[in-house]
C-alpha cells in the first residue's frame, strides 16, 4: 500500500470493528486489521479484543512490543485516522542500544575506579597513621 493509496477512517468506523468477526485497533494513528492475528497473539486473543475498535497507542507502548511486534504490525495496517481526529504522537525510546554507549562505558568506568581510588587512599591513611 503506497502513501496515496493509504485509506482514511474516522474513530467511529474503526468503533464498528471490535469483536472476534471484525477487529481493528489504532496505534499511533495507523489502524490495523487484526481479525486474522486474533489467534496468534502471545498474549491471547482477550488483549486484543480489550482494545479493538479503540486506539491503543498507550497499552501497546506499555506493553513494550519488540522491533519483531512492530514489523509484524505493518502487514495488518489498512489505514489510518482521519487528520481531523489525529492524537499526538508519543515517541518513545525502544532502541536500547542507539546513542548511550558512551554513558555506559562512563558507569563502568566508575564502577571500578572508584575502589581502586578508596584502596590507595585506605593504603596510604593505613601507613601514615600507623607505621
Given at each position: 500500500m503506497s502513501e496515496s493509496e493509504?485509506?482514511?477512517y474516522s474513530f467511529?468506523?474503526?468503533?464498528?470493528?471490535?469483536?472476534?468477526?471484525?477487529?481493528w485497533i489504532v496505534v499511533q494513528n495507523n489502524i490495523y486489521d487484526i481479525t486474522s492475528f486474533l489467534n496468534e497473539h502471545p498474549?491471547?486473543?482477550?488483549?486484543?479484543?480489550?482494545?479493538?475498535?479503540?486506539?491503543?497507542?498507550?497499552?501497546?507502548?506499555d506493553v513494550g512490543h519488540s522491533s519483531d511486534a512492530r514489523e509484524l504490525m505493518?502487514?495488518?495496517?489498512?489505514g489510518e485516522?482521519?487528520?481531523s481526529?489525529?492524537?499526538?504522537?508519543?515517541?518513545k525510546n525502544t532502541d536500547w542500544s542507539s546513542g548511550n554507549d558512551t554513558v555506559s562505558s562512563d558507569n563502568s568506568?566508575?564502577?571500578?575506579?572508584v575502589p581502586i581510588?578508596?584502596?590507595?587512599?585506605?593504603?596510604?591513611?593505613?601507613r601514615f597513621y600507623f607505621l
Open positions: 493509504v485509506k482514511q467511529s468506523e474503526v468503533k464498528k470493528h471490535c469483536d472476534n468477526k471484525s477487529a498474549g491471547g486473543e482477550e488483549v486484543l479484543l480489550e482494545q479493538s475498535g479503540k486506539d491503543a497507542s498507550d497499552p501497546f507502548e505493518i502487514r495488518y495496517k489498512v485516522i482521519i487528520e481526529e489525529r492524537k499526538p504522537v508519543k515517541q568506568f566508575k564502577s571500578w575506579i581510588v578508596l584502596g590507595i587512599l585506605a593504603t596510604i591513611i593505613y
